[in-house]
Nanobody, 116 residues
Framework: QVQLVESGGGLVQAGGSLRLACAAS????????MGWYRQAPGKQRELVAT???????NYADAVKGRFTISRDNAKNTVYLQMNSLKPEDTAVYYC??????????WGQGTQVTVSS
């Protein structure tokens, strides 16, 4: 079992940047897919970005060209660099880990608020 702890959220003005971090309690080397999702008030949780163990990335159309997902296996950490932030990016951001076995884990989330 892995525990995921997100950090880096906060309040930023539109056009600004934030970098979220997701620290795993175990090695992420064997995790199939790590990802970031977000949930805005009154909305369903949605995919933001994913990164496979082989290095393949996938982004939601709404964040393409602005967000970048990356991983540091030595630090057991996955990052989400968010640039050119918009008010509509305001949400709670969650880290996820999907193992080859099919087991799936979530972090507790970190709040990102973008003011106009």
């Amino acid at each position: 079992q892995v525990q995921l702890v997100e950090s880096g959220g906060g309040l930023v003005q539109a056009g600004g940047s934030l970098r979220l971090a997701c620290a795993a309690s175990t090695s992420i080397f064997s995790i199939n897919v790590m990802g970031w999702y977000r949930q805005a008030p009154g909305k369903q949780r949605e995919l933001v970005a994913t990164l496979t163990s082989g290095g393949t990335t996938n982004y939601a159309d709404a964040v393409k060209g602005r967000f970048t997902i990356s991983r540091d296996n030595a630090k057991n950490t996955v990052y989400l660099q968010m640039n050119s932030l918009k008010p509509e990016d305001t949400a709670v951001y969650y880290c996820s880990a999907a193992y080859y076995s099919g087991r799936y884990y979530w972090g507790q989330g970190t709040q990102v608020t973008v003011s106009s």
